[in-house]
């Protein structure tokens, strides 16, 4: 059964650094790009990065580019979302998600991680 | 970049009314569109993909048509479940997602 499971949110001040994490299970975790896609309280949803199976490609929105950087450890199953520069409008729910396969869309989702940047 | 806009925002139905969400790309995205729903405090859920596939497990009131920039999710008969935000979702370029459609009870 496929699993996806977020960590690491938190309050977090504008300007300071945070990392995510999203452990994955029952599938083969390298055959899969993985996403980062987030929600504002309220709002709609946003994608924000993804990354090749083997991390060797990273895409990213153009709200996040040079600030945030995905990686991921195949060897631990595991995403990362590391977070700089953090700011107001960054305060979201990250979802991890799987991409099936390129043409199917993201089939499994993570339950979510509350970022929330706040002085 | 590939800009998504779904219609109408919100969308008031009763139990057993056929519904339909438009949604419109900037620009020509094939058949590279699925559709998800979402209800609160869930993560997503994936409905369609390729435009008109319907995803496993999924009841088959819901269904999507169009290619190029325009597109539908139809509900052919709209139950209790099906209360929810729907959002659309390009991959033809990057990923983008529209900005939702809730359907509320009438």
């Known amino acids: 059964q496929v699993h996806l499971v977020e960590s690491g949110g938190a309050v977090v001040q504008p300007g300071r650094s945070l990392r995510l994490s999203c452990a994955a299970s029952?599938?083969?975790?390298?055959?899969?790009?993985i996403d980062w896609v987030r929600q504002a309280p309220g709002k709609g949803l946003e994608w924000v990065a993804a990354?090749?199976?083997?991390?060797?490609?990273?895409y990213y929105a153009d709200s996040v580019k040079g600030r945030f950087t995905i990686s991921r450890d195949n060897s631990k199953n595991t995403l990362y979302l590391q977070m700089s520069s953090l700011r107001a409008e960054d305060t979201a729910v990250y979802y991890c998600?799987?991409?099936?396969?390129?043409?199917?869309?993201?089939?499994?989702w993570g339950q979510g991680t509350l970022v929330a940047v706040s002085s | 970049d590939i800009q998504m806009t779904q219609s109408p925002s919100t969308l008031s139905a009763s139990v057993g009314d056929r519904v339909t969400i438009a949604c419109r790309a900037s620009?020509?995205?094939?058949?590279?569109l699925a559709w998800y729903q979402q209800k609160p405090g869930k993560a997503p859920k994936l409905l369609i993909y390729?435009?008109?596939s319907l995803e496993s497990g999924v009841p088959s009131r819901f269904s999507g048509s169009g290619s190029g920039t325009e597109f539908t999710l139809t509900i052919s008969s709209l139950q209790p479940d099906d209360f929810a935000t729907y959002y659309c979702?390009?991959?033809?370029?990057?990923?983008?997602f529209g900005q939702g459609t809730k359907v509320e009870i009438k």
């Open positions: 390729k435009a008109s």
């Open positions: 979702q390009q991959y033809n370029s990057y990923w983008t």
């Open positions: 990354i090749s199976f083997d991390g060797s490609n990273k």
């Open positions: 620009q020509s995205i094939s058949s590279w």
């Open positions: 998600a799987r991409d099936r396969d390129g043409g199917s869309g993201f089939d499994y």
């Open positions: 029952g599938f083969s975790y390298s055959s899969h790009y």
